[in-house]
């Protein structure tokens, strides 16, 4: 079975760092074609994509998020880490990592974890 | 351009069909995904390469895409299909760069 688990704090304060962790299971980001990326959803709004990675380290980020991401992969331990630097009250919401797959052609999203809710205040 | 338009919302009653469109200028080139998203559970996947189904997915659910509209038709709407729903793409230059809908409320009636 293939699942995807998020993990980190659950509050951090502003102008912190936030690092999260997404722990793969039943796949490894060593497979060629593969990829992990995260994304956010504010509370009550849309889907935001954040980043992702693929299995041979080719990073890709959000434009309005660039300065601020970095997303790694640790193969070892079959798990993808986003760290997010100057956090703001803006950036509440739930995390999601999810698996990134090639299809037609193209990637998509095809399975992705429960989220991890962060709260960003002082 | 790197943007997607999906209405806010949609209402159908029970066995109607429910259509919920995605216009962006990408679609033209880019291929349209679509996600489920019940009241506080993580998205799924309900429709890839504009139209193709997972496994696993209600064959009521289907998808398509002409110029720069995308569509996911629901038919015989069924009480459990109420969700919000986001389309997803990239930007028509770069298929790494990854854009979501502002998402659908499908209310069921």
């Known amino acids: 079975q293939i699942t995807l688990k998020e993990s980190g704090p659950t509050l951090v304060k502003p102008t912190q760092t936030l690092t999260l962790t997404c722990t793969l299971s039943g796949f490894s980001l060593n497979t060629r074609g593969l990829g992990v990326g995260w994304l956010r959803q504010p509370p009550g709004k849309a889907l935001d994509w954040l980043a992702h990675?693929?299995?041979?380290?080719?990073?890709h980020y959000s434009p309005s998020l660039r300065n601020r991401l970095t997303i790694s992969k640790d193969t070892s331990n079959n798990q993808v880490v986003l760290t997010v630097t100057n956090m703001d009250p803006v950036d509440t919401g739930t995390y999601y990592c999810?698996?990134?797959?090639?299809?037609?052609?193209?990637?998509?999203?095809?399975?992705w974890g429960q989220g991890t809710l962060v709260t960003v205040s002082s | 351009s790197y943007e997607l338009t999906q209405p806010p919302s949609v209402s159908v009653s029970p066995g109607q069909t429910a259509r919920i469109t995605c216009s962006g200028d990408a679609l033209a080139k880019k291929y349209v995904y679509w996600f489920q998203q019940r009241v506080g559970q993580a998205p799924v996947v309900i429709i890839y390469?504009?139209?193709e189904r997972p496994s696993g997915i209600p064959e009521r659910f289907s998808g398509s895409s002409s110029g720069t509209t995308g569509t996911l038709t629901i038919s015989g709407v069924q009480a459990e299909d109420e969700a919000d729903y986001y389309c997803q793409s990239s930007d028509i230059s770069d298929h790494n760069l990854v854009v979501f809908g502002g998402g659908t409320k499908l209310t069921v009636l």
């Open positions: 999810a698996r990134r797959i090639s299809s037609g052609g193209a990637y998509f999203f095809d399975i």
């Open positions: 990675i693929y299995w041979n380290d080719d990073k």
């Open positions: 390469d504009d139209s």
